[in-house]
């Protein structure tokens, strides 16, 4: 019913910009009132939250980038973006965007995700 595709990965080097998108298409009548969500998951490491925003345009974000990334949503355009300023090697991930039906960082809410895209910060 949902269908998320990430794109713009790549690989950066530190202090440089990255932005990610995620397009999604969907049967579901009611999407436009869903939470969107990006998570990451580092090598050896748990899937984390990093930032979300809800149907209303809500932003919240994990402590640790809260100042350097921005989510947005376009729900004409089906997309949601994260912005990622002066990014961090161990920003190095593989960047994931979900959806939930409410406003949530738990990951066991989300029941749709992408298949990712790495992000890569050199040193």
């Known amino acids: 019913q949902v269908h998320l595709v990430e794109s713009g990965g790549g690989l950066v080097q530190a202090g440089d910009t990255l932005k990610l998108s995620c397009k999604w298409s969907t049967s579901l009548v009611t999407f436009s009132t869903y939470t969107l969500a990006w998570f990451r998951q580092a090598a050896e490491k748990e899937r984390e939250f990093v930032a979300g925003?809800?149907?209303?345009?809500?932003?919240f974000y994990e402590e640790t980038v809260e100042d350097r990334f921005t989510i947005s949503r376009d729900n004409a355009e089906n997309t949601v973006s994260l912005r990622m300023n002066s990014l961090k090697p161990e920003d190095t991930a593989v960047y994931y965007c979900a959806a939930a039906p409410y406003f949530t960082r738990s990951i066991r809410i989300y029941a749709h995700w992408g298949q990712g895209t790495q992000v890569t910060v050199s040193s």
């Open positions: 925003i809800g149907g209303g345009g809500v932003a």
